[in-house]
């Protein structure tokens, strides 16, 4: 806020006004007696003066030698005239008004825009921003938030949903409002299939469902299947190694579960299953992929086996 001073009067010392003594006789006055302006030389006796720097002055010189210039009407500023000043300018206190609405400023707060003095009222009015929640001016030193370009009051930037102030905490927006980031979790955040909780960041999409990390498991043995490869059978998620020992075939060969996971290939005939490695002569161990075979009850045997039967 400026600084305004006013003046007390610096240099400036009333003396009791001096009379003639009407019973001296003029021929008993002499030059010791004589008491005059020490600039215009005229007699002050029987007038009022001001005493400055030990040197007594009529009225008229005094304001004339040091008196200052109001800086709105350029007259001299009289010795019996409150005098106000701002940044090196000099006033008379009824020039010191608003500029807008001519209001006086002696005991007004007020500001300076372009050495152009303004009332509180005038300078909010011109130069000051509204809140976009109430509409009312952000008067300057108060607390306000700002955000793309609107202002607000502290107060009125509240959330959309529980009307709570947000003040500095993180807060979310959406279109024209803003939420608090637990009203904004509650309201819109997507919630996990299984614990039907609020993902607040990252988890898994399965089927077009949102999941916690921790909450996406195997069905049976309940690892989590996040960065897994895994399978399904009725909806339900399973491991690889769950799902091949609850649903796969089992290996003609070695018995063990025909997943086909991770490019694996096998061979199939009637009702029986091989891993493509397993998939050999029952006597001779040749591989049979791709070659002829006959089967001889459980065994199947190539065609060099099978002739010398």
Known sequence: MPRLVLLPGKRRQHIPTWHCRLNQGLDNITMADRFD??????????????????SPYCIPCYDSLFSNTCEECKELIGHDARELFYEDRHYHEHCFRCFRCDRSLADEPFTSQD?????????CNEFSSKCVACDKIVMPGSRKLEYSGSTWHEDCFVCHSCEQ?????SFIPDKDEHYCL???????????TRCKKTLAKGGVTYRDEPWHKECF???SCKTQLAGQHFT???????????FGSLYSKKCEACSKPITGFGGGKYISFEDRQWHQPCFTCSQCSVTLVGAGFFPDGDR??????????
């Open 37 to 54: 302006c020490d600039n215009c030389k005229e007699s002050l006796y029987g007038r009022k003066y001001i005493q400055s720097d030990d």
């Open 115 to 123: 050495e152009a003095l303004l009332c509180n009222d005038c300078y």
């Open 165 to 169: 102030p947000i003040g500095s905490k």
């Open 182 to 192: 637990q009203c904004y979790e509650d309201k819109f955040a997507p919630r996990c």
């Open 217 to 219: 498991v195997c069905t």
């Open 232 to 242: 399904s059978r009725d909806d339900s998620p399973y491991c690889l190694k769950c």
């Open 300 to 309: 199947i045997l190539c065609r060099d086996c099978n002739t010398n039967l």
